[in-house]
């Protein structure tokens, strides 16, 4: 295709990064080079030949520089369609030169708005001009080549272009000015206007990995990555060794993740995630301990696993995780030694997530249905003392308490119906996503049983232990199952029509119940 050649060039970046290397090559191309305010001093600095943008429009720049590139000059020069012989005249006759090549990027609001600055100082930061010579440039880019990012500079530098990349520079370029309206109507909306969910969900993302194929070998994915800050998590984990990670390597390590950051500041903890449920979790005085612990739970589902945990890792644990097929590993950190087990594993891909992130960080949860989102604020609750309602004749001992705080942090991340075994610290039965509540306490109770006649212990490690409910028990049935199984203690929110039945079912078998009075579905 032939290529139309740059013969001016509208020059004016916030980043000034290589823009001296591209000023010089263009005009050693016989470019002529417009330029505004501290773009034009750092190319005549380098000793470049450069036209202010005053000396193009006839007008200076004036309040504080807010007014300079807003000009039928600039834009009449951009916008021209050069083979239109209306337009060609009108710019004739108003003097108007025409602009190949325009090299923008944008004034740093993002990075402004992460430093903490004021709300005035904020303000300065949209930029006004930028974008309006992005899209009139992007929009004639049948002429006109627009470049918004200095990873393109070399597409340029020869003098000229053809259209199949002044289209690519155009597609990428209303992107930036698209992303960058997007992080303003954020700020405004939530934290200048500190608005929950605004008329308008200004969201912006752009895409980091392509990944080899979503839930399923039939469906394309990708991982993208917010534009501006973010808690850090498992998308921005650096990934140490193994092989690429997948769709389902992601969504189930972000699922171990979030449950292992409960326990961020609390003893060694270990959680073993299977299809983003957790089919394993402990905590102990050792790493290694918590390890054993949480496997023992459910050895069968924890093969071919996710693996995360709220220290550094040691050589000794990871030893013991390579024991058996373990697809992820996800860890603040690791020593040489856990380094070194690893490396022997090729295709096992270990994440270091560095900080673990707040579970009760604010934030957007954004699920995709037939024809729209369902937007829904995090589940970033937290059981707190005062939340505790004794409801039975029998209080919980302190053991049981605790084994009840700690099934109750297990059940938020489990699928719902969810029921959750737990004592001394590990959980011993997990039941996931049944469509009643009977069934996942059945289930939990049979893995533990099953658990243990392959651990050779003489009684699974449901007796004795706390059980917690994602949501009320409807019916007293559900808690019958966990009586069978051996619970003393039972935790759950309460709210249901029956839950009298349900605490005279308690009192009647001996068990003490707490409601907390907040859910924990998990659909």
Not at 280 to 288: Q, R
Not at 396 to 422: G, M, Q
Request: contains cysteine; aromatic residues 6%.
């Amino acid at each position: 295709m032939t290529a139309i050649p740059i013969r001016r060039a509208l020059l004016s970046v916030s980043d000034k990064t290589g823009i001296v290397d591209l000023g010089r090559t263009l005009a050693d191309a016989g470019v002529e080079l417009v330029s505004t305010g501290g773009t034009a001093k750092a190319l005549r600095d380098a000793g470049l030949s450069v036209r202010d943008i005053s000396e193009l429009t006839g007008f200076p720049e004036m309040m504080d520089g807010r007014v300079k590139t807003l000009h039928p000059k600039v834009h009449g020069g951009l916008l021209a369609v050069r083979d239109d012989a209306g337009h060609m005249a009108s710019a004739e006759s108003h003097a108007i030169g025409m602009i190949d090549l325009v090299v923008v990027n944008l004034y740093p609001f993002v990075r402004t708005v992460a430093k903490g600055a004021g709300r005035d100082e904020v303000i300065e930061n949209i930029d006004i001009g930028g974008p309006s010579m992005v899209r009139s440039a992007a929009k004639n880019h049948a002429f006109v080549a627009i470049v918004t990012d200095p990873a393109d500079y070399a597409l340029v530098a020869g003098g000229s272009t053809t259209l199949d990349q002044r289209r690519m520079l155009a597609a990428k370029a209303f992107a930036a000015t698209a992303a960058y309206d997007s992080a303003i109507a954020q700020w405004f909306a939530f934290a200048d206007q500190a608005e929950r969910f605004p008329a308008t969900l200004p969201l912006a993302f752009t895409r980091g990995d392509e990944l080899r194929y979503g839930e399923n070998p039939h469906q394309a994915a990708a991982l993208y990555l917010p534009n501006g800050p973010a808690a850090r998590g498992i998308a921005q984990a650096e990934q140490v060794q193994g092989k690429a990670l997948s769709y389902n390597n992601l969504n189930d390590a972000d699922a171990a993740l979030e449950l292992v950051s409960e326990f961020r500041d609390g003893p060694p903890t270990v959680v073993i995630v299977k299809h983003a449920n957790p089919c394993g979790v402990a905590s102990a005085d050792t790493l290694i301990d918590a390890y054993r612990a949480a496997l023992a739970c459910d050895s069968v589902s924890a093969f071919g696993g996710i693996i995360a945990v709220n220290r550094p890792l040691d050589g000794p644990t990871a030893e013991a995780m390579t024991e058996i097929f373990t697809e992820v590993v996800a860890a603040p950190d690791a020593d040489d030694a856990a380094r070194a087990v690893f490396a022997k594993k090729k295709n096992l891909r270990l994440l270091l997530t560095g900080d673990l992130p707040d579970p009760a960080r604010p934030g957007l949860a954004i699920k995709s249905i037939a024809g729209g989102l369902l937007v829904q604020s995090r589940d970033g609750g937290r059981l707190t003392d005062d939340m505790l309602k004794v409801v039975t004749r029998r209080r919980p001992t302190p053991r049981e308490l605790a084994d009840c705080r700690f099934a109750w942090t297990i059940a938020k991340h489990v699928k719902s119906n969810a029921i959750v075994y737990a004592k001394g610290g590990s959980t011993a039965g997990i039941g996931a996503g049944q469509m009643n509540r009977l069934e996942s306490a059945r289930i939990a109770a049979w893995k533990a049983k099953d658990a243990a006649d392959k651990a050779g212990w003489a009684e699974p490690r449901t007796i004795g232990s706390a059980v917690a409910s994602d949501a009320f028990f409807p019916f007293a049935d559900g808690l019958l199952a966990a009586v069978e199984a051996g619970a003393t203690a039972v935790i759950q929110p309460g709210g249901s029509i029956r839950d009298e039945e349900v605490i005279a079912a308690a009192d009647q078998a001996g068990l003490a119940m707490v409601f907390t009075g907040m859910r924990h579905f998990r659909h």
